[in-house]
């Protein structure tokens, strides 16, 4: 077992892990922040999307001995108490949460998209989140939800 520290939604967190030990894993079971979800365990449909200081990260493919150290952002931190964060309120306001499963990926995807490209094309929202797979429909009022957040 290793001990891991890192902050987590602005709070110091540490715990014993297996070195072969996911982020995902830590973040669900050790800290029971469950909004973070695994979908597919092979790195394909991002609904395991985390920030990483500051990058957004699948984190079915990072080791929890890995973000040793990291500040850490889940679907958990963006809010700001009652206050949903901008990019959530887009995806309630234009219908883009569908049956929910990868919406914490998404979110977290389009909020990294827009911390590097405030003002996004279509095209490039759309080649954003090509990580991020959505099974129920289509992609079109996510991006209306992206477009939204973004004031596009």
């Known amino acids: ?46 609904a395991c999307v985390v920030h990483v200081n500051g990058n957004s990260v699948k984190s079915c ?7 040793d150290g990291a500040d850490v952002t889940t679907i958990e931190g963006l809010a700001d108490g009652d206050k949903l964060h901008p990019m959530q309120e887009a995806f309630r306001d234009n219908h883009g949460l569908q049956c929910g499963f990868c919406t ?16 996004p094309s279509e095209h490039e929202i759309r080649e954003w989140l090509e990580g991020n797979i959505c099974r129920c429909t289509g992609y079109h009022n996510i991006v209306k939800a992206v477009q939204q957040a973004a004031g596009v």
């Not at 469950?34 to 394909?44: E, N, P």
């Not at 493919?61 to 973000?67: E, Y």
């Not at 990926?105 to 490209?117: I, Y």
């Open 1 to 46: 077992m290793t001990t891991v520290s890192m902050t987590v939604n602005g709070k110091a967190v540490s715990g014993e892990v297996e070195p072969r030990t996911l982020l995902v894993q830590f973040i669900r079971e050790q800290l029971r922040l469950t909004g973070t979800h695994v979908g597919c365990d092979t790195s394909q449909c991002g």
């Open 61 to 67: 493919t990072m080791l929890a001995v890995q973000a």
């Open 104 to 119: 914490p990926g998404m979110v977290m995807s389009a909020v990294d998209l827009l911390q590097k490209n405030p003002k």
